[in-house]
C-alpha cells in the first residue's frame, strides 16, 4: 500500500511539473505578443484561470485507444493548443472549445458556443442567432433580393417534425445596423459540413440529435463570414493605453512551439522535485 501510495504521490509531482512547464512557456509567449502589439485580449478574459481550467480538463482527455493525452501528446503540441485557446479568447469549462487528440498531438477545436462567443465580440453581431429546421411537410418560401436572402414563410406542423426528415435549416443572426443576415442549407450541404468533422457526422449526438446539430451547423456558417472578416479592432475598444503595434503582427501560425520554445528542466531537477518530502511538495495551480 505504501508503494502505491508513493508511485501515485510521484505521478502526481511530475504531473505539476509538467503542468508548470507548459503554461509557463503559453503564458510566456502570450506576454510577447501583447507587449509587441500582436495580441489584446478581451478584457474579460482570464488567461490565468482559464489555462488552469483548461489544464483540468485535460487531464480527462483521451485519445482513441483511451490513453491519457497528456501521456501520448507531445508537450509542443499541448503548448500549441493551450496557447491557440488563449490567442482566440475562448473557455474550455463555458464549452467553447475542446481537445481532441490526433495521434500524438492536441488540437484544440472551437466549439459552437465558441463560434457564437466571437461573432459576440466583433461588436456587428449583437445577438445569439435564431435557427431553425425545415422538415419534409413543411411550408417554406424564402426570396433573394440584391443577393440577400429573406425568409418570406415558415408553417410546420408537429408532425412533421422527424430528425429522419429533415430537409434543411436557416439561421438568422441580428447585426447592429437593425438588418439581419439569413442562412441557409439544405440537408445535403449540412450533411457535407459534418462529413469534415472528426467523427464524420457519425456521432451519437449526430443521430440521435440531428435537428439539434443542424442548427447548430447552419449557426456557425452563418458566422464564419464576420468571424473571419473582423480585423479584432473590437479588442481594443476602450484600450486605456493600447500597446504600439509594429509594422509587422505575428500570425496564430508564425507563434506556434518548437520543442527548443517548450520550458523544460533538466531531467535531473525533475526527479528532485519528484522526491521532494511533502512539505516542500510542488502544488497543482488551482
Given amino acids: 500500500m505504501e508503494e502505491k501510495n508513493q508511485v501515485k504521490k510521484q505521478e502526481k509531482n511530475q504531473l505539476s511539473v509538467l503542468q508548470k512547464d507548459i503554461t509557463d512557456s ?14 489584446t485580449l478581451p478584457k474579460t478574459y482570464a488567461v490565468g484561470n482559464e489555462l488552469k481550467m ?3 480538463a485535460l487531464q480527462e482527455v483521451k485519445d482513441r485507444n483511451n490513453k491519457p493525452a497528456l501521456e501520448v501528446c507531445s508537450k509542443e503540441s499541448v ?3 493551450l ?23 492536441l488540437s484544440c477545436e472551437r466549439e459552437y458556443h465558441g463560434t457564437i462567443a466571437l461573432a459576440l465580440r466583433t461588436g456587428t453581431v449583437i445577438g445569439v442567432p435564431e435557427a431553425e429546421v425545415i422538415y419534409e411537410g413543411d411550408i417554406f418560401k424564402y426570396r433573394i433580393i440584391n443577393g440577400k436572402k429573406e425568409v418570406v414563410e415558415h408553417s410546420q406542423e408537429l408532425e412533421n417534425i422527424d430528425i429522419n426528415k429533415i430537409k434543411g435549416a436557416y439561421a438568422i443572426v441580428p447585426l447592429k445596423d437593425g438588418d ?13 459540413a459534418w462529413m469534415q468533422g472528426a467523427m464524420k457526422g457519425q456521432s451519437g449526438a449526430h ?4 435537428d439539434q446539430m443542424a442548427k447548430k451547423t447552419v449557426i456557425s456558417r452563418a458566422l464564419k463570414l464576420y468571424i473571419s472578416s473582423s480585423d479584432d479592432e473590437y479588442l481594443l475598444e476602450n484600450e486605456a493605453d493600447p500597446v504600439p503595434v509594429q509594422e509587422k503582427k505575428e500570425t496564430l501560425e508564425e507563434v506556434e512551439f518548437t520543442e527548443a520554445e517548450v520550458v523544460q528542466d533538466e531531467p535531473e531537477k525533475l526527479e528532485q522535485q519528484a522526491e521532494q518530502p511533502k512539505g516542500n511538495e510542488p502544488q497543482m495551480m488551482f
Avoid at 83 to 105: A, E, P, T
Avoid at 207 to 210: D, E, I, S, V
Wanted: glycine share 4%; aromatic share 10%.
Fill in 26 to 39: 503559453v503564458v510566456s509567449r502570450i506576454n510577447e505578443l501583447q507587449e509587441m502589439g500582436a495580441l
Fill in 54 to 56: 483548461a489544464w483540468f
Fill in 79 to 81: 503548448a500549441n493548443a
Fill in 83 to 105: 496557447l491557440k485557446m488563449s490567442i482566440q479568447g475562448l473557455s474550455v469549462w463555458k464549452k467553447q472549445c475542446d481537445f481532441i487528440v490526433y495521434g500524438n498531438k
Fill in 180 to 192: 439581419s443576415h439569413t442562412e441557409i442549407m439544405t440537408i445535403q450541404q449540412i450533411k457535407q
Fill in 207 to 210: 443521430k440521435n440529435f440531428a
